[in-house]
């Protein structure tokens, strides 16, 4: 990021950054188990620390994927700008369903731009203001894409640029031999800082988007995969669909599972583009109905467009 493709502006990133949370995530789609069952198995295996939250918070990937929007866009990005979800919230239902859509589900670090201000390239090198998405959260992502075949404690970065186009970067991401050769080579960076002279260098990268800001999460436009709890009874649907509407909202598929029975019964929609806040908005009103048992979960969908 910041000597290979010091000659491109950094379009999109897209980063599997955290071992623990790809490990779950893979043995929950694999096995079918719970979430709480595979995190257990993790920390006895020494992918995830005691207590976990940094890692299935999302934290630990916020602070990489931090480091990679500043790297990419040339100005720092305040952690507290990033907008992050773990996966404690995942559930083998979700993933079955992903799964049946077409999707796998992973904890996805993206950095995106999603406006330009810019006029020609040469402002948009030297003086250029852009408004960057910089998220950390569980995504859907299509099953041909290359990023749903990275399993277990292996982490992949997608990064697209606008002269070298798509590129990958893969590896281990967790466990203690490549914690240690990550460190070493931290140390090793220093060593040379050191040695030359320069352990000022600050920043570590070029600000050719000095005047760049993170976008807030509420104008952030995505689609979506929401899984509700629903009272099984004529109307349902309907009322669920005018709150939608009335949020302008589409809808692109339905699903109501058959052989779920009781007091409640699960309820998919795919959704079409729309803002983050709009669709937060209309979930709370939805939450509401007295149809709905328990909190609807959204889970954002990516499609690398």
């Keep these: 990021m910041r000597e290979g493709?010091?000659?491109?502006?950094?379009?999109?990133?897209?980063?599997?950054?955290?071992?623990?949370?790809?490990?779950?995530?893979?043995?929950?789609?694999?096995?079918?188990?719970?979430?709480?069952?595979?995190?257990?198995e993790a920390q006895k295996l020494g992918y995830a620390e005691t207590p976990p939250d940094l890692d299935i918070d999302g934290w630990d990937s916020q602070h990489k994927i931090g480091i990679l929007a500043s790297l990419a866009h040339g100005f720092w990005v305040q952690p507290e700008k990033i907008h992050v979800e773990g996966i404690r919230h995942i559930s083998a239902m979700d993933i079955k369903f992903a799964g049946e859509l077409g999707y796998t589900i992973k904890l996805l670090g993206i950095v995106k731009r999603i406006a330009d201000l810019g006029t020609n390239r040469k402002s948009q090198i030297v003086n250029h203001k852009c408004r960057v998405q910089v998220s950390v959260y569980p995504t859907l992502i299509p099953n041909s894409h290359v990023l749903a075949s990275v399993n277990h404690v292996f982490n992949a970065v997608f990064v697209r640029g606008d002269v070298v186009g798509d590129t990958l970067f893969y590896g281990r991401g967790a466990g203690?031999?490549?914690?240690?050769?990550?460190?070493?080579?931290?140390?090793?960076?220093?060593?040379?800082?050191?040695?030359?002279?320069?352990?000022?260098?600050?920043?570590?990268?070029?600000?050719?988007?000095?005047?760049?800001?993170?976008?807030?999460?509420?104008?952030?436009?995505?689609?979506?995969?929401?899984?509700?709890?629903?009272v099984d009874k004529p109307g349902t649907l309907?009322?669920?669909?005018?709150?939608?509407?009335?949020?302008?909202?589409?809808?692109?598929?339905?699903?109501?599972?058959?052989?779920?029975?009781?007091?409640?019964?699960?309820?998919?929609?795919?959704?079409?583009?729309?803002?983050?806040?709009a669709v937060t908005k209309a979930l709370v009103k939805i939450g509401r109905l007295p149809v709905i048992k328990g909190q609807p979960v959204m889970i954002r969908v990516e499609n690398f467009e």
């Excluded at 599997?16 to 995190?39: H, Q, S």
């Excluded at 040695?195 to 689609?223: D, L, M, N, Y």
């Design 5 to 40: 493709f010091v000659g491109n502006r950094i379009n999109a990133l897209y980063g599997i950054v955290n071992g623990t949370c790809n490990y779950i995530l893979t043995r929950m789609k694999l096995e079918g188990a719970d979430f709480d069952a595979v995190l257990a």
């Design 176 to 230: 203690k031999d490549a914690t240690a050769s990550a460190v070493l080579s931290d140390l090793a960076d220093a060593a040379l800082d050191l040695k030359f002279g320069t352990p000022s260098r600050v920043p570590p990268f070029v600000p050719h988007e000095c005047k760049g800001a993170v976008a807030p999460i509420a104008e952030v436009v995505s689609q979506y995969f929401v899984r509700l709890n629903v």
């Design 238 to 277: 309907a009322k669920i669909a005018a709150i939608f509407g009335q949020s302008k909202i589409g809808i692109s598929s339905v699903i109501q599972p058959e052989g779920h029975e009781g007091a409640s019964v699960p309820l998919i929609f795919m959704l079409h583009y729309a803002p983050n806040g």
